[in-house]
């Protein structure tokens, strides 16, 4: 009988204990931090599109300075947003002009985004065109009006008759007419013309 106090006051002692831990973790612990939700990346071009404010089909896009057409793009179809001055074109074909002597440049390519306000182009997937003695094909054209640049990406390959250049980017100067290429570069000159040349054929299948 000596012994019940005893065990009674440990089991008090236990259940106060157990009531004390029960009651810091419910109030004390800090609670779990719900799981950050990231957002997907939205590009300009598909916040364009989603709140395109005109759709046209068949449409000529027309671009001057000074009384003097720059450039003129020809599309298939076009979805212009008025808040943002962005257009979004399928199977544009673009005629540029350059220079003092208007030399001129014609692009094709799958779709393509139009920066009238700052005068940007930029043209995506199956990119083909001509420049001169040249022709192009690329990825990935932009052309930014401010320096009269155009930048190629994405498997570029740019052939004149007596050259052949490949590389990963390429940088043309439209006034100048200087072309930097950059990344994984192979070229092939042939003053006889690279398609008499014995290394066209495999250089041709890179």
């Known amino acids: 009988m000596k012994g019940r106090p005893a065990l009674v006051l440990l089991l008090i002692f236990a259940s106060g204990l157990a009531l004390g831990i029960a009651v810091k973790a419910y109030f004390f612990s800090t609670p779990p931090r719900p799981a950050k939700q990231v957002r997907p990346v939205v590009s300009q071009a598909e916040r364009a599109v989603a709140n395109a404010t005109v ?4 449409v000529e896009l027309v671009q001057g300075r000074d009384g003097v057409m720059q450039w003129k793009i020809l599309a ?6 008025q808040e943002m001055k962005y257009i979004v074109v399928k199977r544009p074909q673009l005629q540029a002009y350059f220079g003092k002597d208007r030399q001129e440049v014609y692009v094709k390519a799958a779709t393509g985004e139009v920066d009238q306000q700052n005068d940007n182009l930029m043209l995506h997937d199956e990119v083909k065109g001509r420049f001169g003695p040249f022709t192009l094909d690329a990825g990935q054209l932009d052309y930014v009006g401010a320096i009269e640049k155009v930048y190629l990406k994405g498997g570029v390959a740019v052939k004149r008759p007596d050259m052949l250049v490949k590389a990963m980017a390429v940088e043309i100067d439209l006034v100048s007419r200087q072309m930097i290429a950059a990344g994984g570069v192979t070229a092939l000159l042939a003053p006889e013309g690279i398609e008499e040349s014995p290394f066209y054929e495999a250089q041709n299948k890179e």
């Open 55 to 58: 759709s046209a089909e068949d």
């Open 76 to 81: 298939a179809e076009a979805k212009y947003n």
